[in-house]
């Protein structure tokens, strides 16, 4: 009898075989399973992340990080993960601050919990413009604080990522999920964790903030 992981951490990555070994160790620290969806790389991310212990999920074609994200989660809740961590694979995220989401998480009996990165030095100041600006569009918008709307760190029971599921593609897939839970009135929170930036050119990028704007106000006025 196969038992079913309680946490399991997905990581969609695209050429990150520089960083993806130490990220999958390190989350396998606080994870019971590691789903590494390699999004089409040319390098050798997914053969990295399986020397280091996790399960891969190689893309034929590069969909994006919301495909890649939405795959892995899909696995996740295949195998009957009572937990969903979703990390970044580019080693901006802390796997160690993991537990403080999932503490929060169990805790409150919350549905999803968002690691919220401080808009300090460490964050470009393009970047850290752009996020507190998406920020406070979401509250005028939705009348609900979120103040990392763009986090890839987050963690969710099962049941909530039926709600959550997103359709984007791309990086969408934050403002997304933030959305949904608005929409569904689901019960969350924010902790805050670490604010690291290794590229400064990697991530979202001007135009896809500005398709964040484009996509609150459609979600705003139209149903998911």
């Not at 961590?85 to 009996?109: C, M, V, Y």
Request: charged fraction near 30%; glycine fraction near 6%; include cysteine.
């Amino acid at each position: 009898m196969i038992i079913p992981p309680e946490t399991a951490a997905v990581i969609p990555a695209y050429n990150e075989s520089e960083r993806i070994g130490r990220v999958v160790r390190e989350v396998r620290k606080y994870a019971d399973k590691v789903i590494v969806v390699d999004d089409a790389s040319t390098d050798e991310t997914s053969e990295i992340a399986a020397d280091n212990g996790a399960e891969t999920i190689i893309l034929e074609k590069n969909r994006g990080v919301g495909f890649a994200t939405r795959a892995g989660c899909d696995r996740a809740l295949k195998i009957g993960a009572g937990y969903i961590i979703t990390i970044d694979a580019d080693g901006q995220h802390e796997p160690s601050e993991i537990p403080l989401l999932l503490n929060e998480l169990r805790s409150k009996n919350l549905d999803i919990v968002f690691g919220s990165r401080k808009r300090n030095d460490e964050m470009p100041l393009i970047k850290r413009i752009g996020n507190a600006a998406l920020a406070s569009l979401f509250f005028l918008l939705y009348k609900t604080r979120i103040e990392d709307t763009q986090t890839g760190f987050h963690a969710f029971r099962r049941e909530a990522y039926k709600m959550l599921r997103w359709i984007s593609d791309g990086y969408a897939l934050a403002t997304e999920m933030s959305v949904r839970v608005v929409e569904y009135k689901m019960k969350f929170t924010e902790v805050r964790v670490s604010t690291i930036y290794y590229g400064k050119k990697k991530g979202m990028m001007i135009r896809d903030g500005l398709k964040a704007v484009c996509l609150m106000l459609f979600w705003k006025f139209k149903c998911l």
